[in-house]
Nanobody, 123 residues
Framework: QVQLVESGGGLVQAGGSLRLSCAASGRTFKTYDMGWFRQAPGKEREFVAAIIWRGGITFYADSVKGRFTISRDNAKNTVYLQMNSLKPEETAVYYC????????????????WGQGTQVTVSS
């Protein structure tokens, strides 16, 4: 069992930066792949980034490549999402998830989810 708690969301101007954190409980955290997803009002949840537990390989949605960075600190049971050059259309609730997906961007393959943190980007 893994519990996830996101933090770090807030209000930021377009072009600004935020760093989201996802603190996990559970002894097996380091053996889970971790993902970040986001959901804007009226839209489906979409993949943002993922990091594989073995080797730390990362994956990104095309829309965030070069601006967002996912990382993890297994000693602290925490995964991060550094978001730079934020855009108003990226306003959403951001969720972290843990699982062992065969396809990292497939949200249906993640087993555990946090409650989400709101990110609002003003224009």
């Amino acid at each position: 069992q893994v519990q996830l708690v996101e933090s770090g969301g807030g209000l930021v101007q377009a072009g600004g930066s935020l760093r989201l954190s996802c603190a996990a409980s559970g002894r097996t955290f380091k053996t889970y792949d971790m993902g970040w997803f986001r959901q804007a009002p009226g839209k489906e949840r979409e993949f943002v980034a993922a990091i594989i537990w073995r080797g730390g390989i990362t994956f990104y949605a095309d829309s965030v490549k070069g601006r967002f960075t996912i990382s993890r600190d297994n000693a602290k049971n925490t995964v991060y999402l550094q978001m730079n050059s934020l855009k108003p259309e990226e306003t959403a609730v951001y969720y972290c998830a843990a699982g062992r997906p065969t396809v990292p961007h497939n949200n249906r393959e993640y087993d555990y989810w946090g409650q989400g943190t709101q990110v609002t980007v003003s224009s």
